[in-house]
Nanobody
Framework: QVQMVESGGGLVQPGGSLRLSCTASGRIWDINTMRWYRQAPGKQREAVAAIARFGHATYADSLEGRFTISRDNAKNTVYLQMNSLKPEDTAVYYC???????????????WGQGTQVTVSS
């Protein structure tokens, strides 16, 4: 079994910053791509950012360069640094990863339970 737990969400004023973390634990051999998604009430879940095993990152164009994804493979952790936050960034943020639990085994997709980010004055 693999568990993924997000942390770092909360209430922040417009223009402020937050850093989200997500740590995977359990039976893990290798973590491939790690991702962040978000979903606001009444809206579809959207991809925010993704980072490959050795650091190549991609972002949604709508972020306007305000977010940075990173990872620490030794800690099985992915981060999302969010700067210049706007009210429209308010959403539940979810982490996601493709994880191999053993050598030669399948890569399965896992999700965290989400962490709430609220941007409001």
């Amino acid at each position: 079994q693999v568990q993924m737990v997000e942390s770092g969400g909360g209430l922040v004023q417009p223009g402020g910053s937050l850093r989200l973390s997500c740590t995977a634990s359990g039976r893990i051999w290798d973590i491939n791509t790690m991702r962040w998604y978000r979903q606001a009430p009444g809206k579809q879940r959207e991809a925010v950012a993704a980072i490959a095993r050795f650091g190549h990152a991609t972002y949604a164009d709508s972020l306007e360069g305000r977010f940075t994804i990173s990872r620490d493979n030794a800690k099985n952790t992915v981060y999302l640094q969010m700067n210049s936050l706007k009210p429209e960034d308010t959403a539940v943020y979810y982490c996601n990863a493709d994880i191999e639990s053993k050598v030669g085994g399948p890569a399965n997709e896992y999700w965290g339970q989400g962490t709430q980010v609220t941007v409001s004055s």
